[in-house]
């Protein structure tokens, strides 16, 4: 008898259950690669650290008006009267001040499973009774996904549509890594994961293929795999760029043919890159005081590319920092300029290296989400700009090409999420979150969002209920088997949201009659019909959930992104006003209050500010080897990694010998917005002057300072422009500083306290 599959983030997996607990996870079978985080889950199942009954804050109780949040005790009640109160809430923040005054855009990865994805339940139920303040773009790509649309006029030009390495591997002489093609980032997608194939991927490329990891940090592409490293300043891949694009125009070898067919505008940035338009000549003497990196390497490296196949690719996180818009809009000028684009194994890609699926075949594997009806309050925000919105109700922004107003918000609904991993400048968030009147948290964990609830409700995991998974880049759809009972009172959130629009006025607004399991099979019969159309056919829901999973047939062609538009510019225009790729662009010159074309701006924390002198280093905040964001972060696996329960802060040894530290030393890490604890790691792969210390550890505030190694406590929380407003993390300074006295006690590997009802 086969065991029952279910899926995680990180990989799909079978289980062994005895007696009603897991036992053993047992990697899925057609998984070349999979992931040790799987091998969690029996620990984090029953943790004393999942939230086990539905808990209110006894300050809320007691009338502190929000002061208590993030260092309260609880008070567990029961299910009835949980759910009476978060519906009398929500109810009487809509009588006084209406739909608007609630915040339900609960960004955030929650768990795999399409039925029962948090954030789409949310959305569905506050849809129901009559909108809500709602959340747009993501943490991982904002101000890409409504800037590159300006500049290419499709909307999907980041996320997975992304040339297949296959192409790659085929066709490619150079590939350009800006920002690397790290190893980790593949162990996880959104949705479910059946195949790892990063080191198939991996080596096929860089076996024939000139690779160049340009990256701060060398291990940005493992050292096994032998490729170029150009060591470069953070922040500065724009004027990289722009130098080797200066180059190859003034050396005469740009493809006027292809930009007179396909681009618009390239004359005005190129009249930019020559000085003509400022005096400042963007040359490889010009882009090393900038980058670090010595003029020659860069014209050697801008010689090497006319005439080649090239693929300039750029991972998230370099959009991820002031003015974040700037290098990708620059990466798609230089592969104008070199006429790759549209080309197999060329042009540009946004992604490779930053999730799973980035460049696999194009499966296009169908997934099915309940129906969302539309936001009736029409209102939503960037989802960085959430701390922004909480503490200055009312006042005026801009994005995306319009003004905009905060909403004065009353209430604050998370499903599924953690604001307090992903947002920045933590302690400012934490003020925010002090503001609402109300604060609910469905989750599984006492996250430090939890912690900083009002009413938290007990959410089920993946393995406590039925699904199916996948992503669109996937091999395979997954049968998502509920495997064991919910640990304690855990509901699933459709069940929760059910309860909560029956008590509202209309459960069958929110459930349309349905039950989870009606739901998994109108799941199966549309994901079925949209394969049908595509000439494959599925098995019958009862098959297909015997068996754990589809597997999608291998795709005949290979995906080249712009392929069609380079075939016909005609037939296949773009939504551009020009209808061409947009190089120059009135509408952006208008957002963004420069000149209409890619320009270099200062990111004013980076290692060429004057700031330098009092935070002398600058802070990158990569993901983290060993979990996803900060899922996890208390299980045996996670902690293994750390030492004193504390994250390593990679330095380069020049900069650790110039204060005293040594490898293995606890240390103090701060700038003007806060400070938290790391132990050092030297490593001379990293480039002087930057410290590496990744995301994920679990918030754990004392004042202003976090007991652990929460990095998001010194970043800074503010937007990479005006038109982006996207997360700006990678733009930090700070200082480190050795730690000779006793770390403080770490208090969120334990559960909240819990008390009496004062009531």
């Not at 005895?18 to 057609?30: L, Y």
């Not at 808990?55 to 009640?77: C, F, H, N, P, T």
């Not at 194994?345 to 997934?367: E, I, V």
């Amino acid at each position: 008898m086969k065991r029952p599959l279910n899926a995680s983030h990180w990989g799909a997996f079978r289980a062994e259950v005895v007696g009603g607990a897991v036992q053993r996870i047992v990697p899925f079978e057609h998984d070349p690669r999979p992931s040790p985080l799987n091998d969690v889950w029996p620990e984090m199942l029953t943790t004393d650290l999942r939230v086990a009954r539905p808990s209110v804050r006894k300050g809320w109780l007691e009338g502190d008006r929000g002061a208590g949040r993030g260092q309260d005790s609880y008070v567990e009640i029961d299910w009835p009267e949980a759910l009476d109160l978060v519906a009398r809430e929500i109810g009487r923040i809509r009588a006084a001040h209406g739909n608007q005054a609630l915040f339900a855009g609960s960004y955030g990865w929650s768990s795999a499973g399409r039925l029962h994805h948090a954030r789409t339940l949310i959305r569905r139920f506050f849809g129901s009774i009559g909108g809500f303040v709602d959340q747009e773009t993501n943490y991982s790509y904002g101000a890409a996904m409504a800037f590159l649309p300006r500049i290419l006029g499709v909307q999907d030009a980041i996320g997975a549509t992304v040339t297949s390495l296959e192409t790659v591997r085929e066709h490619c002489d150079v590939f350009l890594a800006f920002g690397g093609i790290p190893a980790k980032n593949w162990e996880i997608q959104a949705g479910g994961v059946g195949e790892h194939r990063f080191e198939t991927f991996m080596s096929g490329v860089t076996d024939r293929v000139r690779t160049l990891n340009i990256s701060p940090w060398r291990k940005d592409v493992e050292d096994s795999y032998g490729v170029e490293w150009l060591p470069i300043r953070p922040n500065t891949d724009a004027a990289l760029i722009m130098a080797l694009t200066q180059q190859i125009v003034a050396e005469g070898q740009a493809d006027q043919a292809f930009l007179d067919r396909y681009v618009h505008g390239a004359d005005r940035y190129f009249d930019y890159l020559m000085g003509r338009s400022d005096g400042v000549v963007k040359s490889p003497d010009w882009a090393e005081n900038i980058t670090g990196i010595p003029a020659q390497a860069i014209r050697d490296l801008a010689a090497d590319l006319p005439g080649k196949r090239v693929m300039v690719s750029l991972t998230w996180s370099l959009q991820r920092a002031r003015h974040g818009e700037q290098p990708y809009w620059a990466a798609i000028a230089l592969a104008a300029a070199l006429g790759q684009i549209g080309l197999p194994g060329g042009g540009f890609a946004f992604g490779y290296g930053s999730s799973n699926g980035m460049g696999n075949p194009d499966f296009r594997t169908p997934l099915f989400g309940l129906p969302i009806s539309e936001n009736a309050t029409g209102q939503a925000i960037p989802v960085a700009r959430i701390a922004d919105m909480l503490l200055n109700p009312g006042a005026p922004y801009r994005y995306d090409g319009a003004d905009r107003t905060y909403p004065d918000i009353k209430l604050v609904y998370w499903a599924g999420g953690n604001p307090f991993h992903h947002h920045q400048d933590l302690n400012r968030l934490r003020a925010a979150f002090r503001r609402p009147e109300t604060v609910i948290v469905n989750e599984c964990y006492w996250t430090a969002t939890a912690r900083h609830a009002d009413i938290v409700l007990p959410a089920t995991v993946t393995l406590e209920r039925d699904d199916i998974g996948g992503a669109s880049r996937d091999r395979y759809l997954l049968a998502m088997h509920k495997l064991v009972e919910p640990a304690g009172e855990a509901r699933n959130d459709y069940a929760i949201f059910a309860d909560l629009a029956e008590r509202l006025g209309d459960r069958d607004a929110f459930t349309e009659g349905r039950t989870e399991a009606d739901w998994l099979q109108v799941a199966w019969q549309e994901i079925s019909a949209r394969l049908a159309k595509r000439g494959i056919n599925p098995p019958e829901f009862n098959e297909f959930w015997d068996d754990g999973y589809f597997e999608m047939p291998t795709p005949q062609d290979e995906y080249t992104m712009f392929a069609d538009y380079r075939a016909d510019p005609l037939a296949h225009r773009l939504g551009t006003p020009s209808g061409k790729i947009e190089i120059f662009s009135n509408g952006v010159a208008g957002e963004l209050g420069q000149l209409g074309h890619p320009v270099w701006l200062d990111p004013e924390e980076w290692l060429g500010a004057a700031q330098t002198k009092v935070w002398p280093l600058h802070l990158l905040t990569p993901q983290p080897d060993r979990k996803l964001h900060g899922q996890m972060d208390s299980s045996t696996f996670v902690q293994a990694g750390k030492i004193h329960g504390r994250e390593r802060l990679t330095l380069h040894p020049d900069d650790a010998a110039e204060r005293g530290i040594t490898d293995g030393q606890p240390v103090r890490v701060f700038n003007s917005r806060g400070a938290c604890f790391a132990v050092a790691k030297l490593d001379d792969a990293v480039v002087p002057g930057v410290a590496l210390l990744p995301t994920g550890s679990t918030y754990d505030p004392d004042g202003q300072t976090d007991r652990g190694s929460n990095p998001n406590v010194l970043t800074r929380d503010i937007g990479t422009s005006d038109l982006g407003q996207g997360c700006a993390a990678q733009s930090c300074l700070v200082q480190v500083e050795r730690f000779d006295g006793r770390l403080p006690d770490l208090r969120v590997n334990q559960p909240p306290v819990f008390t009496a009802n004062p009531l």
